[in-house]
């Protein structure tokens, strides 16, 4: 969540080099490139913090005793909270926004490579079927990321990131948990995030999947959701309170006032 390369630091550098970015008009692909990226890694901050909490549910505060970060349990109720692994507090000063078009793409290349790296370690230490289902799914997406930087980098400077650096170096269909999405084509596409803007990143995102030979797709829709699952309530750390049935009962009388 919280790491120098995890989807905070993912999110935070693509918004505030979107904020930043200058003469728009001018060369919008890529700016919408970026900005639409950004959008996308918001959805990831949520998907994240969706793992950890169910990853927590149900872990008695006595098994906690010996975890190297206790805040999830001490200060989050058994919540996830933006830091590191080892509780660092996820550091503004991670944000990389030069103001400079190629220096941010490259710096925005090699983050995604760095990010997709971890993810790769993460899945190997970890045998819970919601973080290697969690890992699975950014792989995937992490990669058309990858794959989105390298190609603006190739147009703009005439460089295959690629080649250079292979993208991805270990192959996304040999993860398990990550063919379910390249089946439905999820390795192929970036998603617009608004029904109006982001409309020129078509001419940044085209040409061939480098690891599939497949052609990439711009989709004038975000990706279908699902449902958030509602954990249940964790009394033992007073989330969503001491006693969650006093407060259902008050929640009922407010909305069947309301009319709700």
Known sequence: MGGKFGEMSTLMNYTFQSFNY????????????????????????ELVAAT????????????AKDEPYKQHYLFGGKGALPADSHGKPWDGSYVHSSGDLIEDLTHNYFLESGARSGKLRVYEMVDHPAARALTGYLLCRGGVHQVAYAR???????????????????ETSKIPECKPHIKT????????????DYKEVAAVFNGKHPETGEDLQVVDHAPEGFEPVDLPAET????????PEEIAEIAKKLKKAAGI
Do not use: C, W
């Open 22 to 45: 200058r003469d728009r008009k001018s060369i919008r692909p890529f700016y919408d490139l970026i900005a639409n990226i950004a959008a996308e890694e918001y959805g990831h901050i």
């Open 52 to 63: 950890i909490n169910t990853m927590l549910t149900g872990v008695k505060l006595d098994d």
């Open 152 to 170: 603006a980098l190739e147009h703009l400077t005439g460089a295959n990131m690629s080649k250079l650096f292979p993208t991805p170096r270990i």
């Open 185 to 196: 084509g999820e390795h192929l596409k970036l998603y617009m995030f608004s029904p109006s």
């Open 236 to 243: 033992d750390v007073f989330a969503p309170d001491y006693a």
